[in-house]
């Protein structure tokens, strides 16, 4: 039974913190196709309750990539009948990928900055003004006085960087920062975590840019910018995954465009699609009428249908904002 | 007549402070080829100074890109045999460029955070351990209790985030980001300024980059990438000075790399090398051996003759240090 709107209770930090200390056994759930902050989120609440003497296991529907394992270790075996289910970054409990089935509807606590969190956990701790959901750990384990030992502010300075291009994005605040350096006081390793975060690329990976950049195709007077990865060039290259977040990036960074578009190949007539918008364009409302969603500089869908088919819909959507936007009509932040 | 080292006196932060305050008609100097530190500083500690009431001009040997006139404008005229010379993030004479010859011996303070400074001028604050001189000149005017006007800020702030790599690199710490946490105070826009240094590429640039991943070559079990800019790509993209930064920011983000090289043409028979380097390599110890310097993670060094003359020696004295490393010889970081 999926639980109503009107029964997410909002707790506020210092509750959310006598929660977890009232509780001992914890199952701690991560989005699928895990990122930083999920995971960092996750692992830095599992230290954090560790060092209390709870009882506590991690864990998410896909497989964690390797690049994460300076923090990412073996956690508890907890019986589901006695845990208390936590979420942390999970908007929507269809984010829980194949961990829906069982945990969907019992999740207990959820601990989240998406302002779109559609209330599918009993108890909620939302902060939508926190760049990362790893900054809202900081300050829950502050709250419970809490140690922090080096994994926890390891996984925690990776969910911050990773949530904010590190450092760079109109998410970060003052705290953000004031975060990050109180997370230099506990024996992070920044450089070595940006290093593998942000600035290491396979030669795979440069030979697959090659190619989606002579897919590059740019619309309306090239303020859009569209990118597309094959299923051969996947092949071909032997990219894959999260390796192909990177072409998001590029399309963000190509001068003078304020939407950029990547088409991910995923099935025979499946296709991922990636937006990354620049203000007054609002990635979050061409997402959605994409059947898609996310936030308002980056936002994704799925779609089905050919190649040209697939970019002839999004160039209809990007093209009636970019229709609105040139009549000075946009829509609200 | 040139400085000996022993009559360049080493002031305080207070002093440095009290030296500034205590005089009224400055000529700031940054160095040739200007970044965002060295004009940062420049220009912040520029409308410090008017907040209290000098008057003070900015002046660099060459033409600063546009992508900086958010903080860049106008400063005042100063005569020279009235004015206080300052000199902002120059290590050594020579970087002053054409203004080596004006300035290069009467330089009356030099605030830095170089290591490497040579001493050049008559007053020294040098602050090794900060990670651009735009976090000194914060210090500084903090200490100078100046109003730090929104200028200012953003002048700092681009200083430090370009230096850093936006806070990525090992030369970050804990205080840096304190300081970027209270430039948020003074109304900075730094996901704008961010998107202008980080994430902004021509379309020329796009191209140039697919020319110059054509040129890849690995040596030393791959640790070791070259990539080259010839003057024909330069010519035919229309890419040239700042722009081609990238490329070395390309050649230390390979997998497995530990040493890029990048070269880049700058005349029939002049090439511009850059190194960046991870431990236990030293950048500025291959810079040296070829004719240049810099510091432990990126170097660089002007060379002569033919290209594959230039990538020959460099890739001997490479393989010197390679050899070194194989044989658990490291230089001292």
């Known amino acids: 039974m999926e639980n109503a709107d009107t029964i997410c209770k909002e707790l506020s930090l210092r509750e959310t913190a006598k929660f977890l200390k009232k509780h001992d056994n914890f199952i701690i759930l991560t989005h699928s196709s895990p990122d930083g902050d999920t995971l960092g989120a996750g692992y830095a609440l599992f230290y954090g309750l560790k060092e209390i003497g709870k009882i506590a296991a991690v864990i998410c529907a896909d497989v964690i990539p390797g690049k994460y394992n300076y923090f990412v270790h073996e956690t508890d075996n907890v019986d589901v009948e006695e845990a208390t289910i936590i979420a942390v970054d999970v908007a929507a409990k269809g984010l829980l990928g194949s961990l829906e089935e069982t945990f969907g509807d019992i999740v207990d606590l959820c601990i989240d900055h998406h302002i779109s969190n559609s209330r599918f956990s ?105 990118l597309s990865v094959t299923a051969e060039m996947q092949e071909q290259t032997g990219c894959s995954g999260s390796e192909l977040e990177s072409i998001a990036i590029i399309s ?46 980056a936002a994704g869908a799925t779609m089905n249908g050919t190649l040209s088919e697939v970019k002839q819909r999004i160039i209809e959507v990007v093209g009636r904002k970019m229709e609105a936007l040139d009549a000075g009509i946009s829509s609200p932040r």
């Open 122 to 226: 009993k108890y909620l701790y939302l902060d939508a003004d926190a760049s990362a959901t790893c900054e809202i750990i900081f300050e829950l384990l502050e709250e419970m006085k809490v140690n922090i030992n080096t994994n926890a502010a390891n996984a925690m300075y990776t969910g911050i960087a990773t949530d904010t291009g590190c450092f760079k994005y109109s998410n970060v605040t003052a705290k953000t920062h004031m975060i990050a350096s109180r997370l230099y006081e506990y024996g992070i390793d920044p450089a070595n975590i940006n290093k593998i975060m942000f600035d290491t690329k396979s030669r795979r990976l440069l030979e697959l840019e090659r190619m989606v950049l002579d897919t590059a195709e740019y619309h309306f007077d090239n303020r859009c910018i569209i």
């Open 252 to 297: 963000r960074s190509v001068e003078g465009v304020i939407c950029g578009v990547s088409i991910k190949q995923t099935g025979s007539d499946t296709f991922k699609i990636s937006l990354r918008t620049y203000p007054p364009l609002n990635a979050s409302d061409i997402g959605k009428e994409l059947g898609g969603g996310g936030h308002a500089a």
